[in-house]
């Protein structure tokens, strides 16, 4: 069992908070937040924070409409701080069919077609978060504005890790171990002045009884692009026309098409994580995750709180999300994948395997992880 990460203990900098302009007016779309989400299950352990923090975040894409692994553990952590009291907004930098501000479990999203002022909702933030292609712009801001600046680690790209570096990074929150471990083995052979002033692991935290279902008759893979191994899905449903296939489009990627039309497979829109539950997992016997790269594996998780058997590619990522529950073969080995899949036909084998899928899912609880997030973010600003 993977046990949540601490932050290592560093003597933290105060941030050298500069001198701020009058305070400009909320543009009236975005002032009238509304109250936070009742905290539910995991969030009710989280207790109340003693000082209300204004949390800016600076994404390209978020939920609903974006449904990638990242935009759910993003909306996942801010999800708790606002179970935690803070008010929580997120800015886009990308253009999606929203015009106008709305709410997502209590967290106000602020679409790049709204033409407000982020700018100004920087001012007024106590720290500033952001991830992927945003971190460069957003920790020139939070510097020059003198704001705490966290980055959200997704994956070992040597661009990310330098990207947390120009960013003046006060905390840096990585999904995975190994993800860290990159992480440091990176800044000490370039170059330490790079490093984050302190880190935490957060593993993407899954609620399971959001996704919990009685597993169906299906084989499926979520994200039907080449790198998640849309291919070999193909190709699978191919060898074996007496199992049933699920095809689910993903937020992003070229979706590989089928050479020709299988009468035993289905293939259904992306679409939001909440219709995930009815519509995937419970129709859903084996999840398969041939990724050619995963820094942790979300879905898998997700399919594990079923009981749903994981057969994944040795990615460090997927190794560690799975841990022993998982059932491994190597990417370009498909004669492996059709023995994995051919061996869980046999009921005896399948319940072994959902046993060991569900035992996973609960050591992968995500309180603790939570918590020490909450803690970061809230030692960041300076006290009294």
Known sequence: MTEPAKAPSRTRKAPQRKSRPRTPAKKPAVEQAAAPAPAVSVFEGLGRAAVPMRIIARFGYYPPRHNAGSEWMAHSLLRALVARGHDVEVWLSRYSPDREPYDIDGVRVVPYAARLDFGS?????????SHHENVPSAGALARGMGRPFVVICHNTAPAIFKNVGRGSTALAV?????????????????????????????RPPVFAEDYAATPGDRVTLVNLNADKGGDLFWRLAERLPDLKF??????????????????????????????MREQVYARTRVLLMPSAHESWGRVAVEAMASGIPVVAAPTPGLSECLGEAGVFAERDDEQAWVEALTALTDPAQWAEASERALARSKALDPAADLAAWCSAIEELTPKG
């Not at 993800?179 to 330490?192: G, L, N, P, V």
């Not at 095809?247 to 939001?272: C, F, I, S, T």
């Open 121 to 129: 909702a920087a001012w007024r933030a106590d720290v500033l978060v």
């Open 174 to 202: 990585y999904n995975s171990l190994h993800m860290q471990a990159d992480a440091e083995a990176f800044f000490c052979e370039y170059t330490t002045s790079l490093r984050p002033t302190t880190s935490i692991v957060v």
């Open 246 to 275: 699920l095809g689910v489009k993903g937020a992003y990627g070229q979706q590989v098409d089928a050479p020709r039309r299988l009468p035993n497979v289905d293939v259904v829109e992306h679409m939001p994580g909440d219709q």
